[in-house]
């Protein structure tokens, strides 16, 4: 089919997500949509599938006017999305989720045919390799799995214009490269695919065209062959952007983080972290990268204190910390979690509230039991000024600020003590390209000071940039610890993937050279 | 929260180990109990006699009274719950812990009844009989918590929906001179008040709980300003015919089972009815499985084209439906006249059995037949004239709901978007 | 739920000597406008809850008089214009019981009899009293949703003060007012932690849901109260029925004015009041308890002890409660029945919703249902309404408050959200 974007305006109360964005998608192209974090993609695709309804713009299909009320239109008209964040039942089965929505149902009151669709999931799987087992249940399986459900669900429905939303924000380099043939396959099969990411190599990769957002609206389209990684984020961002960090090279002083045998369970009792070494000196920044769902998230959560180990030993500066939230803080680790809102700052506290989330009952905020309201006021000021934060007073709730300014609020906080240690987690996780700058370069000053610095992230590019040493995780363990002048995302990717350290090296080594091509 | 749950629930060695132990220590002291405080002040000889036919029974096979001889009977239970107490603390039961945990409690409960019964005959049969009576509400209650919660929504006003069915059956029942018109009365009455559930909670998004609890409130306030007002003065209203109890022909000659389960009202039989069908519409059909998309996770079920905000509309008012038929049949089904305030709690202990049931229909049942039980036990006990004060028996269904709901968290999963509204942005 | 923030300082810029005078007014008086126009929309929708509350009230006086439906079928005009009465009749029967009759007032002054004048002020003394448990258990519930928990069982908790408030009251002779009262008054409040710290700690331990435990232990606060009735040592001499021994007169509450009965259980109220907002806004462990209840995991990576706030919410929610016994116990009735509290408990939950857990709202509030619950008795007298009336119209009145969408909606006005509307429902135990 083709699809048409016509002049479609979507507002939201206080912002305008998408202004008077046309595109067109032609059959059988790959079209890739690229833009910063917050420029409107997701919310333009699914204005496209019908989730929510444009305020002004008309979508077309092969030049027939249509309206999507809800996903079922959207769907009726045989268009598919494969969401950043799944949409997936987790306690149903493959097979359920699959059919949920366009169920095979046998008799009058309804009744589930399953047998009907597991034949045609295992069809389509076949057909395309997807490989799956239509009766596991969804949350028993790995996350490329779940992606491979997805791609089904849409080819259950009979799309012909898929809209896949940061597909590899889950993937390995060497799992993307699987994902580009599966969409070449389709491509192959008459199928449109509408690609949203905000990688630049990718887009390179696979696009046969691409259409620029920026703050809403549409910068440019264009091709692979007429552009490059530099063109593509300066419209992206709409200035020159430096693609790397500033930073001087890191004098290491003496450890300061020393994990040994660490091991951790997650919350369903699986072991997450198998027996994990690791250790961090003071003035370097060691950056852990992995594909989510290696025991990152547990190993941030058992040095922090968060999560009790099952064994192992964590010490800071030669003592084992009692691993308790507060001890740990107290020992000097500084913590900007994964999940800003959820766990990072009380949405409904103000501004100032939040920045004296875990000094308040100590001097100067507090003497005994009472609070020194004034002098957390005072703080408060000193500190918004010396971070930028945007806020119209330090009382405001926190909940109102966007996205950047609520991690800068937490970056404020954490950093603005002396700190031995310093765990970030994801710290760049969702936001613009400006606020992505500034943690960047407050990290490497926090560096610069002599703290230890321990980053936690999935995305490469950060990893690249800001680490002074490489450690991938696979699996619950460190494979192997790599220095950045040797690394390559080939390599990287291989790592994360699970390769012994050997046959990464020798594969990376044979791979073509990274000049805007290959996968990562 | 999430927060307790990260730090119990990763150390599940830790928190294993203790539960064990409390299990293990918890048996002992059950063992203690049988052996040493049951047992004092009775006589070696006593015996207790558990009638197991209903009286006046003409029909049916003759089953023999059980006879145990009191003391010895507390000694072996004593012994039982020591023995599976020892084990539980070395070794633990791992995998079978609850159905351990059941025949330690069987156990001791028969003791207790031996005690009571010990020197005099105790209608066991009777009290099985009012168990089952006794959970028709309670499971009514659970069915209807549970065809809102497994779309999304917590139900609070059960006990409000309960009682204004109770009230609604008495009233129309009466009005019209038949019961079954009183029942329609009292599903629709049930729905009315699930359906402004519904619009508050699910349009004005306000928060489940507390809507709940203002329509538990309202039904208490008008409930008991209507009887205050119009019954007291127009008994005529409050005495509406009662539904006959009819014997189903050949499974109410099964010995103990079929005095329980096949000799009652329609109410009973009803429920037969709809447990099947909510287990097989839940699990089996389409409808089931939007439901509990829904309830699992809604924006799924919205990209995929289902109307999440519709589908908890529809289940809501079903469930209301279904709490005002069970409230029914305290009038129409049990005593006849209303009362102020005459659940007493018994949608809140619905919601219990819900919960203690893993949100399944048969679970619920056989959860509300354990609180059942209790209210059974402690309704006949009085009569007996045994040494404990009525009040503390009348606290048994209450203790036994805390239990239940302090010692299943975590173990059971809810339906995971269950209490949270949806936001369509 | 947003803390209290010092009041805003006035501009203390100078305007330039040889400036042009500003045009518009100067600025702080706009200030002051702002908060005043910031103070009546938030007063607009608890107002129009009231009223929405009166007006369907009205709807259910009318509506349940079977004999309006007859008049109505042979006189249309007269059985409104009887109904319309009737409802006036009510409501202003309700008034004058929680206010007072303004000709009585003026008689008793203008006759300057102090005994008259004291006659004069006894429906405000009954307001006063009425309202004075509902303080009580309004901070109660308030406290507990200042840290996320719906506490169902401040009913269960005050009867379980009053219990213990009575013993020390009886049980303790020879002692002066102000050794014995506090001892007495102090009991009452241990009484109410501790059937409060039971859902706190089964919360904090295994994550049971709060909600159907306290509403568990109500029940079963109500039985063991019964039970403890009856038991000799605490049961009165000669009776039968369920009443405590009569309590010194050394542990009860003075009235504020000799011959009216609101008393000074009233101020410890207030004080209460300003406690609980010292202690939420100004206090380490406050600011801990209400970081819990907004984000539970944030606060917990900022190194607070989510099961000590619990424990310690639960707890301090249930003294409040506990106290509202005492206020019954030892300033109305003097004993312990089974009868002391008609739902004191349930009064304030609609209270702590009504002020939004704010400590100076609740005073408001609880005056008002106060008054409602005075004007009920003289309404019923008169008129013959039930006082269940004052139940449903309270639901009503929480139900608006709780939905401000709603409000909202039906008069189609434009009140600015506050920051969120509070959500609690998280499910069972997870």
Same mark, same amino acid.
């Given at each position: 089919?083709?699809?048409?974007?016509?002049?479609?305006?979507?507002?939201?109360?206080?912002?305008?997500?998408?202004?008077?964005?046309?595109?067109?998608?032609?059959?059988?192209?790959?079209?890739?949509?690229?833009?910063?974090?917050?420029?409107?993609?997701?919310?333009?695709?699914?204005?496209?599938?019908?989730?929510?309804?444009?305020?002004?713009?008309?979508?077309?299909?092969?030049?027939?006017?249509?309206?999507?009320?809800?996903?079922?239109?959207?769907?009726?008209?045989?268009?598919?999305?494969?969401?950043?964040?799944?949409?997936?039942?987790?306690?149903?089965?493959?097979?359920?989720?699959?059919?949920?929505?366009?169920?095979?149902?046998?008799?009058?009151?309804?009744?589930?045919?399953?047998?009907?669709?597991?034949?045609?999931?295992?069809?389509?799987?076949?057909?395309?390799?997807?490989?799956?087992?239509?009766?596991?249940?969804?949350?028993?399986?790995?996350?490329?799995?779940?992606?491979?459900?997805?791609?089904?669900?849409?080819?259950?429905?009979?799309?012909?214009?898929?809209?896949?939303?940061?597909?590899?924000?889950?993937?390995?380099?060497?799992?993307?490269?699987?994902?580009?043939?599966?969409?070449?396959?389709?491509?192959?099969?008459?199928?449109?695919?509408?690609?949203?990411?905000?990688?630049?190599?990718?887009?390179?990769?696979?696009?046969?065209?691409?259409?620029?957002?920026?703050?809403?609206?549409?910068?440019?389209?264009?091709?692979?062959?007429?552009?490059?990684?530099?063109?593509?984020?300066?419209?992206?961002?709409?200035?020159?952007?430096?693609?790397?960090?500033?930073?001087?090279?890191?004098?290491?002083?003496?450890?300061?983080?020393?994990?040994?045998?660490?091991?951790?369970?997650?919350?369903?009792?699986?072991?997450?972290?198998?027996?994990?070494?690791?250790?961090?000196?003071?003035?370097?920044?060691?950056?852990?990268?992995?594909?989510?769902?290696?025991?990152?998230?547990?190993?941030?959560?058992?040095?922090?204190?968060?999560?009790?180990?099952?064994?192992?030993?964590?010490?800071?500066?030669?003592?084992?910390?009692?691993?308790?939230?507060?001890?740990?803080?107290?020992?000097?680790?500084?913590?900007?979690?994964?999940?800003?809102?959820?766990?990072?700052?009380?949405?409904?506290?103000?501004?100032?509230?939040?920045?004296?989330?875990?000094?308040?009952?100590?001097?100067?905020?507090?003497?005994?039991?009472?609070?020194?309201?004034?002098?957390?006021?005072?703080?408060?000021?000193?500190?918004?000024?010396?971070?930028?934060?945007?806020?119209?007073?330090?009382?405001?709730?926190?909940?109102?600020?966007?996205?950047?300014?609520?991690?800068?609020?937490?970056?404020?906080?954490?950093?603005?003590?002396?700190?031995?240690?310093?765990?970030?987690?994801?710290?760049?996780?969702?936001?613009?390209?400006?606020?992505?700058?500034?943690?960047?370069?407050?990290?490497?000053?926090?560096?610069?000071?002599?703290?230890?610095?321990?980053?936690?992230?999935?995305?490469?590019?950060?990893?690249?940039?800001?680490?002074?040493?490489?450690?991938?995780?696979?699996?619950?363990?460190?494979?192997?610890?790599?220095?950045?002048?040797?690394?390559?995302?080939?390599?990287?990717?291989?790592?994360?993937?699970?390769?012994?350290?050997?046959?990464?090296?020798?594969?990376?080594?044979?791979?073509?050279?990274?000049?805007?091509?290959?996968?990562? | 929260?999430?927060?307790?749950?990260?730090?119990?629930?990763?150390?599940?060695?830790?928190?294993?180990?203790?539960?064990?132990?409390?299990?293990?220590?918890?048996?002992?002291?059950?063992?203690?109990?049988?052996?040493?405080?049951?047992?004092?002040?009775?006589?070696?000889?006593?015996?207790?006699?558990?009638?197991?036919?209903?009286?006046?029974?003409?029909?049916?096979?003759?089953?023999?009274?059980?006879?145990?001889?009191?003391?010895?009977?507390?000694?072996?239970?004593?012994?039982?719950?020591?023995?599976?107490?020892?084990?539980?603390?070395?070794?633990?039961?791992?995998?079978?812990?609850?159905?351990?945990?059941?025949?330690?409690?069987?156990?001791?409960?028969?003791?207790?009844?031996?005690?009571?019964?010990?020197?005099?005959?105790?209608?066991?049969?009777?009290?099985?009989?009012?168990?089952?009576?006794?959970?028709?509400?309670?499971?009514?209650?659970?069915?209807?918590?549970?065809?809102?919660?497994?779309?999304?929504?917590?139900?609070?006003?059960?006990?409000?929906?309960?009682?204004?069915?109770?009230?609604?059956?008495?009233?129309?029942?009466?009005?019209?001179?038949?019961?079954?018109?009183?029942?329609?009365?009292?599903?629709?009455?049930?729905?009315?008040?699930?359906?402004?559930?519904?619009?508050?909670?699910?349009?004005?998004?306000?928060?489940?709980?507390?809507?709940?609890?203002?329509?538990?409130?309202?039904?208490?306030?008008?409930?008991?300003?209507?009887?205050?007002?119009?019954?007291?003065?127009?008994?005529?209203?409050?005495?509406?015919?009662? *539904? @006959?109890?009819?014997?189903?022909?050949? %499974? =109410?000659?099964?010995? $103990?089972?079929? +005095?329980?389960? /096949?000799?009652?009202?329609?109410?009973?039989?009803?429920?037969?009815?709809?447990?099947?069908?909510?287990?097989?519409?839940?699990?089996?059909?389409?409808?089931?499985?939007?439901?509990?998309?829904?309830?699992?996770?809604?924006?799924?079920?919205?990209?995929?084209?289902?109307?999440?905000?519709?589908?908890?509309?529809?289940?809501?008012?079903?469930?209301?439906?279904?709490?005002?038929?069970?409230?029914?049949?305290?009038?129409?089904?049990?005593?006849?006249?209303?009362?102020?305030?005459?659940?007493?709690?018994?949608?809140?202990?619905?919601?219990?059995?819900?919960?203690?049931?893993?949100?399944?229909?048969?679970?619920?049942?056989?959860?509300?037949?354990?609180?059942? *039980? @209790?209210?059974?036990?402690?309704?006949? %006990? =009085?009569?007996?004239? $045994?040494?404990? +004060?009525?009040? /503390?028996?009348?606290?048994?269904?209450?203790?036994?709901?805390?239990?239940?709901?302090?010692?299943?968290?975590?173990?059971?999963?809810?339906?995971?978007?269950?209490?949270?509204?949806?936001?369509?942005? | 739920?947003?803390?209290?923030?010092?009041?805003?300082?006035?501009?203390?810029?100078?305007?330039?000597?040889?400036?042009?005078?500003?045009?518009?007014?100067?600025?702080?008086?706009?200030?002051?406008?702002?908060?005043?126009?910031?103070?009546?929309?938030?007063?607009?929708?608890?107002?129009?809850?009231?009223?929405?509350?009166?007006?369907?009230?009205?709807?259910?006086?009318?509506?349940?008089?079977?004999?309006?439906?007859?008049?109505?079928?042979?006189?249309?005009?007269?059985?409104?214009?009887?109904?319309?009465?009737?409802?006036?009749?009510?409501?202003?029967?309700?008034?004058?019981?929680?206010?007072?009759?303004?000709?009585?007032?003026?008689?008793?002054?203008?006759?300057?009899?102090?005994?008259?004048?004291?006659?004069?002020?006894?429906?405000?003394?009954?307001?006063?009293?009425?309202?004075?448990?509902?303080?009580?258990?309004?901070?109660?519930?308030?406290?507990?949703?200042?840290?996320?928990?719906?506490?169902?069982?401040?009913?269960?908790?005050?009867?379980?003060?009053?219990?213990?408030?009575?013993?020390?009251?009886?049980?303790?002779?020879?002692?002066?007012?102000?050794?014995?009262?506090?001892?007495?008054?102090?009991?009452?409040?241990?009484?109410?932690?501790?059937?409060?710290?039971?859902?706190?700690?089964?919360?904090?331990?295994?994550?049971?849901?709060?909600?159907?435990?306290?509403?568990?232990?109500?029940?079963?606060?109500?039985?063991?109260?019964?039970?403890?009735?009856?038991?000799?040592?605490?049961?009165?001499?000669?009776?039968?029925?369920?009443?405590?021994?009569?309590?010194?007169?050394?542990?009860?509450?003075?009235?504020?004015?000799?011959?009216?009965?609101?008393?000074?259980?009233?101020?410890?109220?207030?004080?209460?009041?300003?406690?609980?907002?010292?202690?939420?806004?100004?206090?380490?462990?406050?600011?801990?308890?209400?970081?819990?209840?907004?984000?539970?995991?944030?606060?917990?990576?900022?190194?607070?002890?989510?099961?000590?706030?619990?424990?310690?919410?639960?707890?301090?929610?249930?003294?409040?409660?506990?106290?509202?016994?005492?206020?019954?116990?030892?300033?109305?009735?003097?004993?312990?029945?089974?009868?002391?509290?008609?739902?004191?408990?349930?009064?304030?939950?609609?209270?702590?919703?009504?002020?939004?857990?704010?400590?100076?709202?609740?005073?408001?509030?609880?005056?008002?249902?106060?008054?409602?619950?005075?004007?009920?008795?003289?309404?019923?007298?008169?008129?013959?309404?039930?006082?269940?009336?004052?139940?449903?119209?309270?639901?009503?009145?929480?139900?608006?408050?709780?939905?401000?969408?709603?409000?909202?909606?039906?008069?189609?006005?434009?009140?600015?959200?506050?920051?969120?509307?509070?959500?609690?429902?998280?499910?069972?135990?997870?």
């Amino acid at each position: 089919m083709r699809l048409e974007l016509r002049g479609i305006t979507k507002r939201f109360p206080g912002v305008i997500a998408n202004q008077n964005v046309s595109l067109v998608v032609e059959p059988g192209e790959i079209h890739a949509l690229l833009g910063e974090n917050g420029a409107g993609k997701t919310t333009l695709v699914n204005v496209l599938y019908g989730l929510y309804q444009p305020e002004e713009g008309e979508i077309r299909i092969d030049d027939q006017p249509v309206t999507f009320h809800d996903p079922g239109d959207a769907i009726a008209a045989h268009i598919g999305m494969v969401h950043q964040h799944f949409m997936l039942v987790p306690v149903f089965t493959v097979t359920e989720n699959v059919m949920l929505g366009v169920e095979s149902v046998r008799g009058p009151l309804g009744l589930l045919d399953r047998p009907a669709a597991r034949r045609r999931i295992i069809e389509i799987s076949e057909r395309h390799n997807l490989r799956v087992d239509p009766d596991a249940v969804v949350e028993d399986l790995p996350v490329g799995v779940r992606q491979r459900v997805e791609i089904i669900k849409t080819l259950y429905r009979q799309s012909d214009l898929l809209v896949l939303d940061e597909p590899t924000a889950v993937l390995t380099p060497q799992e993307d490269e699987e994902l580009f043939e599966i969409m070449r396959s389709l491509q192959a099969s008459g199928t449109s695919i509408v690609f949203i990411t905000h990688k630049l190599n990718e887009v390179l990769a696979i696009a046969d065209r691409i259409t620029v957002l920026r703050r809403g609206r549409v910068v440019g389209t264009t091709t692979p062959a007429e552009a490059t990684r530099e063109s593509l984020a300066s419209m992206m961002v709409g200035r020159s952007v430096d693609l790397i960090v500033d930073k001087t090279p890191a004098k290491p002083g003496g450890p300061v983080l020393e994990v040994a045998g660490l091991v951790v369970r997650d919350d369903r009792g699986h072991v997450a972290v198998n027996g994990l070494d690791l250790t961090v000196h003071a003035g370097e920044i060691v950056a852990v990268a992995g594909v989510q769902g290696n025991g990152q998230t547990e190993l941030v959560e058992a040095i922090t204190g968060l999560r009790h180990p099952v064994s192992g030993t964590i010490t800071i500066d030669g003592t084992a910390v009692h691993l308790a939230p507060r001890n740990v803080f107290e020992a000097g680790v500084a913590h900007v979690p994964e999940d800003r809102l959820e766990d990072g700052c009380v949405p409904g506290f103000s501004v100032a509230d939040n920045l004296v989330l875990n000094t308040y009952y100590r001097p100067p905020f507090s003497k005994g039991i009472r609070l020194d309201l004034g002098a957390i006021e005072r703080s408060a000021t000193e500190l918004v000024a010396n971070f930028d934060i945007r806020t119209p007073s330090v009382f405001n709730d926190i909940g109102n600020l966007s996205g950047g300014n609520q991690q800068k609020v937490i970056v404020a906080r954490e950093f603005s003590r002396p700190v031995r240690l310093l765990v970030a987690a994801q710290p760049t996780r969702g936001l613009d390209v400006g606020s992505i700058e500034y943690i960047h370069r407050r990290i490497v000053l926090k560096r610069d000071e002599g703290a230890a610095v321990l980053i936690v992230s999935t995305e490469l590019d950060e990893v690249l940039a800001l680490a002074d040493r490489i450690a991938v995780m696979y699996q619950g363990r460190i494979v192997d610890i790599v220095d950045p002048e040797r690394a390559t995302p080939e390599l990287i990717g291989l790592l994360m993937g699970g390769s012994a350290p050997s046959v990464a090296e020798a594969a990376a080594a044979a791979a073509p050279a990274a000049d805007g091509e290959g996968a990562g | 929260m999430t927060a307790i749950a990260a730090s119990l629930g990763p150390i599940v060695d830790r928190a294993a180990v203790r539960r064990q132990r409390i299990f293990g220590i918890f048996y002992l002291v059950l063992a203690a109990l049988a052996a040493f405080v049951l047992t004092s002040g009775l006589d070696g000889d006593a015996i207790s006699k558990f009638v197991l036919k209903p009286a006046g029974s003409k029909t049916g096979l003759d089953i023999p009274n059980l006879v145990v001889p009191s003391v010895l009977t507390m000694y072996l239970v004593a012994g039982l719950c020591a023995a599976l107490g020892a084990i539980q603390l070395v070794r633990g039961f791992g995998t079978r812990w609850a159905v351990v945990l059941g025949i330690v409690v069987a156990a001791f409960v028969f003791a207790f009844l031996t005690w009571a019964a010990a020197g005099k005959s105790m209608s066991l049969i009777g009290i099985l009989q009012l168990t089952v009576l006794k959970a028709l509400p309670i499971t009514f209650g659970a069915l209807s918590g549970l065809l809102c919660e497994r779309a999304g929504v917590v139900n609070i006003a059960i006990e409000g929906m309960l009682l204004t069915g109770a009230f609604t059956g008495a009233i129309v029942g009466s009005a019209a001179g038949n019961p079954i018109v009183g029942l329609v009365g009292a599903g629709l009455v049930g729905g009315l008040l699930a359906a402004l559930l519904a619009v508050l909670a699910i349009r004005y998004r306000m928060d489940q709980i507390i809507a709940g609890t203002v329509i538990n409130i309202f039904a208490a306030g008008i409930t008991g300003f209507v009887a205050t007002r119009i019954l007291q003065h127009n008994r005529e209203l409050n005495e509406p015919e009662r *539904f @006959a109890q009819i014997p189903i022909p050949v %499974l =109410s000659d099964i010995p $103990i089972l079929g +005095p329980m389960f /096949f000799s009652a009202n329609i109410f009973l039989y009803a429920l037969f009815v709809l447990i099947g069908l909510i287990h097989y519409g839940l699990f089996y059909t389409r409808w089931g499985l939007r439901v509990r998309a829904v309830g699992e996770h809604p924006r799924a079920a919205d990209t995929v084209g289902i109307n999440v905000l519709a589908t908890r509309y529809r289940n809501v008012i079903l469930g209301g439906i279904v709490a005002g038929v069970g409230g029914a049949y305290f009038t129409l089904g049990s005593t006849g006249s209303f009362v102020q305030d005459m659940t007493a709690g018994r949608g809140f202990i619905g919601l219990a059995a819900m919960i203690f049931g893993a949100w399944t229909p048969i679970g619920a049942f056989l959860a509300s037949l354990v609180f059942g *039980f @209790a209210d059974a036990l402690q309704a006949r %006990l =009085s009569i007996l004239n $045994i040494a404990l +004060p009525s009040e /503390f028996l009348l606290m048994g269904p209450y203790l036994v709901t805390i239990v239940v709901v302090a010692g299943l968290v975590g173990r059971v999963r809810a339906p995971a978007a269950d209490g949270r509204p949806y936001d369509k942005e | 739920m947003t803390g209290e923030r010092p009041p805003e300082q006035p501009a203390t810029e100078a305007t330039p000597a040889n400036a042009p005078a500003p045009a518009e007014t100067p600025r702080p008086t706009r200030r002051v406008m702002a908060m005043l126009g910031g103070a009546a929309r938030g007063l607009l929708v608890p107002v129009l809850a009231v009223l929405s509350a009166f007006v369907i009230g009205a709807f259910v006086i009318v509506l349940s008089d079977l004999t309006f439906f007859e008049r109505l079928g042979q006189d249309p005009g007269a059985a409104l214009g009887t109904a319309l009465g009737g409802v006036g009749t009510a409501y202003g029967a309700l008034l004058r019981g929680a206010l007072g009759d303004p000709t009585a007032y003026v008689d008793a002054i203008a006759s300057g009899d102090v005994e008259q004048v004291k006659a004069a002020f006894v429906p405000i003394s009954e307001t006063i009293l009425a309202a004075t448990p509902l303080i009580f258990t309004g901070l109660a519930v308030a406290l507990g949703f200042q840290c996320g928990l719906f506490n169902i069982g401040a009913e269960g908790q005050l009867f379980v003060g009053a219990t213990a408030a009575t013993f020390v009251g009886f049980a303790v002779t020879g002692m002066p007012w102000f050794v014995h009262l506090p001892l007495a008054i102090i009991a009452g409040f241990i009484g109410g932690a501790a059937w409060g710290f039971i859902p706190g700690i089964l919360k904090a331990r295994t994550g049971a849901h709060e909600v159907i435990v306290t509403i568990m232990l109500n029940y079963t606060a109500y039985n063991l109260v019964g039970f403890i009735l009856k038991f000799p040592g605490y049961q009165r001499e000669g009776r039968s029925d369920p009443i405590s021994k009569v309590t010194e007169a050394s542990a009860w509450y003075p009235p504020l004015i000799e011959g009216l009965r609101a008393n000074w259980g009233f101020v410890l109220a207030l004080l209460a009041a300003f406690a609980v907002s010292w202690f939420l806004f100004r206090s380490t462990k406050g600011f801990e308890l209400r970081a819990v209840g907004f984000n539970a995991p944030a606060a917990r990576y900022a190194g607070m002890s989510i099961a000590a706030s619990t424990v310690l919410a639960m707890m301090l929610s249930g003294g409040l409660a506990g106290l509202a016994g005492t206020s019954v116990v030892l300033g109305i009735t003097h004993s312990m029945t089974s009868g002391i509290s008609p739902g004191f408990g349930f009064d304030g939950i609609a209270i702590a919703l009504m002020a939004r857990s704010r400590p100076r709202g609740i005073i408001f509030a609880a005056l008002l249902f106060g008054a409602l619950r005075a004007g009920s008795t003289p309404m019923e007298s008169a008129t013959g309404i039930p006082g269940d009336l004052v139940v449903v119209l309270q639901a009503l009145v929480i139900m608006f408050v709780a939905a401000p969408a709603l409000v909202r909606g039906i008069y189609r006005i434009r009140v600015p959200e506050t920051t969120g509307t509070e959500v609690f429902s998280k499910g069972w135990g997870s």
